[in-house]
């Protein structure tokens, strides 16, 4: 009884205005863009993902069902919340129970880009390795005891990159209340399948959403109020540490501020256990910042400076010499970051504060004093 109620309180159906910005997204033709000569591709989601879908149906790989996931499934339940969509993120349930399921899988993906290939190119002598090499921006498989799915990411020069991912199971599906929906898609491949008019408030497909955060009710209004909450954060990869300060930079703040406090201790201590090396750390912010603020160049410091405060006030398990490093790392960045938005100030309006050098010493006063020489204290920079 107690598994019903939590999985309702975990659902809900969607609304017309959702649904309308579903269909927005569904049918918004996204550019697949090939590297070198090779074309770019003009996908809708919905027929990639349906074809995908009939694919593997064919193929004997069954999918339970199909969902959008991530910061697109945020914005079609909330408009406006500060941040725009960026990774068009599709769950395809399966059973993977060997390692012949995975090729499969890929070998269906890079199948299906070729029906997207414009009029003209001669498709016989392209092969499957080709078409990885032009289109696939990242290719991962996980076969653990516990986690088991795979990801195809189509390249998008704007960071809106088609992420295919093909799970049989995993430990966590999302860092925060407010990234862990996901919007089951069968009912809108149904309609465009089968419908002979145009989607309308009195004759659309029933969609259903479910909250991996486990209240669907309260994740929307964290959503919608801007508010963090999460629940063992020190089970995410990397504490949740950058999507944290994230949310942060997009005005987001904690639902608790107290609890937030001790939240942080483990976010930071996850996220220094999973990347101990600072090269290491150094690739992922990097990598976070070149995925997740395409467009938004301005915001990179106001970011890095989050995150170096948040690590200066909350790290407990780093040596003083490695925190140290790390903050001097963050610094570094964010200085360059500002060089590359051409932001320092001129050198030549500054003036820097000189403290002469001790030349002598009065034994009995506890500081050094300049001797009597006209020695200025202000010099400039140039």
Not at 91 to 99: Q, T
Not at 108 to 129: A, R, S
Not at 236 to 256: E, M, Q, T, W
Request: hydrophobic fraction near 40%.
């Amino acid at each position: 009884m107690e598994n019903k109620e939590a999985k309702c309180c975990a659902n809900s159906v969607l609304s017309w205005e959702q649904v309308s910005r579903l269909n927005e997204v569904l049918t918004e033709v996204v550019p697949v863009h090939g590297r070198g000569n090779f074309p770019t591709l003009e996908v809708r989601l919905k027929d990639i993902v349906a074809r995908v879908r009939s694919r593997l149906e064919l193929s004997g790989i069954g999918v339970k069902d199909v969902r959008l996931n991530g910061s697109t499934a945020s914005h079609v339940l909330v408009q406006d919340i500060g941040w725009s969509y960026k990774d068009l993120d599709v769950i395809f349930r399966v059973d993977l129970p060997h390692e012949a399921e995975f090729r499969l899988i890929k070998d269906v993906v890079l199948g299906t880009l070729l029906d997207f290939l414009p009029e003209g190119v001669n498709k016989e002598k392209i092969t499957p390795m080709t078409l990885k090499e032009a289109y696939v921006q990242k290719l991962v498989k996980v076969n653990t005891e516990q986690d088991r799915w795979s990801l195809i990411s189509l390249s998008n020069n704007n960071g809106r990159n088609v992420e295919l991912k093909f799970v049989d199971s995993i430990r966590r599906q999302f860092e925060f209340s407010v990234d862990s929906f996901q919007i089951v898609l069968d009912s809108m491949l149904s309609y465009y399948e089968l419908a002979q008019t145009p989607m309308l408030q009195a004759f659309h497909p029933t969609v259903s959403g479910e909250s991996m955060y486990g209240d669907f009710s309260m994740a929307l209004s964290h959503l919608r109020n801007k508010l963090i909450a999460t629940k063992r954060p020190e089970e995410i990869r990397g504490g949740g540490l950058l999507k944290y300060c994230n949310l942060l930079v997009r005005d987001f703040r904690p639902a608790s501020e107290e609890e937030f406090k001790g939240l942080e201790r483990y976010m930071c201590s996850r996220f220094f256990i999973d990347f101990p090396d600072i090269g290491e750390q150094q690739r992922k912010v990097e990598a976070y910042l070149q995925s997740h603020f395409i467009g938004e160049e301005k915001s990179k410091y106001d970011y890095l400076m989050i995150l170096r405060r948040v690590v200066n006030e909350s790290t407990v398990c780093l040596m003083g010499h490695e925190r140290r490093q790390t903050l001097h790392l963050i610094s570094l960045m964010a200085f360059r970051v500002l060089a590359e938005q051409n932001a320092i100030p001129d050198a030549s309006c500054v003036t820097c504060y000189y403290q002469p050098a001790p030349y002598v010493r009065d034994h009995n006063f506890s500081n050094y004093y300049v001797a009597n020489q006209n020695i200025p204290t202000w010099l400039p920079c140039n």
